[in-house]
């Protein structure tokens, strides 16, 4: 049996590691807060706050300038990640069916100043992400949107990825329930049988971390 090192993460090392991360802006923390009060049913579609400062950290490491996001909610995701594009470099495409979350993301973007930065396509996720240009020219993606499109999501992303680029995909652990030999249906059976499509395709060096529901890193590789 390996040995776990994994810490549980009580509320106090919750914040601790928050404390030790770059804070979220003004215009960050007015959104967390709003989808929170506004949305409470749907508030777990958000990111956490460690990913608000994952995402622009990756996009500064990678100097990634062509981004792509599938699944926007009410946009704290794309607002990161736009932060970290210099001013007049770069895109975000961000792909979602709702225009009521988006709405609230669109708001916080414009108050931000990154509005300029970021293109939302309200569509059906595969329709838009067919609809891109089909060689590869993305420099990063993050796709965090339903669980059972997430195989076909990446078979659109993955040959659009430049060699390098980099591919961030969310809640691969979902809340667990990727081990329960119970759940054979779902999200959590889909989220399975993604892990295992992703963890085979040979055009891509993937690492899974435990970071909040679990996290992907994937790098194209050929």
């Given amino acids: 049996m390996p040995e776990l090192k994994n810490n549980v993460l009580t509320p106090e090392l919750y914040a601790y590691v928050l404390a030790h991360n770059p804070p979220l802006d003004a215009v960050q923390s007015a959104l967390v807060e709003f989808t929170h009060d506004t949305l409470p049913d749907v508030a777990v579609k958000q990111i956490p706050k460690e990913q608000a400062a994952l995402l622009p950290f990756l996009v500064r490491l990678t100097g990634a300038r062509q981004l792509l996001e599938v699944g926007t909610f009410t946009g704290l995701s794309a607002l990161s990640m736009a932060r970290a594009l210099p001013p007049g470099e770069g895109r975000l495409i961000t792909l979602?069916?709702?225009?009521?979350?988006?709405?609230?993301?669109?708001?916080?973007?414009?108050?931000?100043?990154?509005?300029?930065?970021i293109e939302?396509?309200?569509?059906?996720?595969?329709?838009?992400?067919?609809?891109?240009?089909?060689?590869?020219?993305?420099?990063?993606?993050?796709?965090?949107?339903?669980?059972?499109?997430?195989?076909?999501?990446?078979?659109?992303?993955?040959?659009?990825?430049?060699?390098?680029?980099?591919?961030?995909?969310?809640?691969?652990?979902?809340?667990?329930?990727?081990?329960?030999?119970?759940?054979?249906?779902?999200?959590?059976?889909?989220?399975?049988?993604?892990?295992?499509?992703?963890?085979?395709?040979?055009?891509?060096?993937?690492?899974?971390?435990?970071?909040?529901?679990?996290?992907?890193?994937?790098?194209?590789?050929?």
């Avoid at 225009?99 to 300029?116: I, L, P, Q, S």
């Avoid at 081990?179 to 993937?206: I, L, Q």
């Fill in 120 to 222: 939302l396509r309200i569509a059906p996720a595969l329709d838009s992400l067919r609809a891109l240009p089909a060689e590869p020219h993305l420099d990063l993606a993050f796709l965090d949107a339903n669980k059972d499109g997430y195989i076909a999501y990446w078979e659109e992303i993955v040959p659009r990825l430049r060699v390098g680029g980099l591919l961030v995909v969310d809640n691969v652990l979902f809340n667990g329930t990727v081990v329960d030999p119970s759940v054979t249906a779902g999200p959590g059976a889909d989220v399975r049988a993604f892990n295992a499509h992703a963890a085979k395709d040979s055009r891509m060096e993937s690492v899974m971390l435990t970071v909040a529901d679990g996290v992907t890193l994937a790098r194209r590789v050929g």
């Fill in 96 to 117: 979602d069916i709702s225009e009521e979350w988006t709405a609230h993301a669109r708001r916080a973007w414009a108050e931000a100043g990154v509005a300029d930065r």
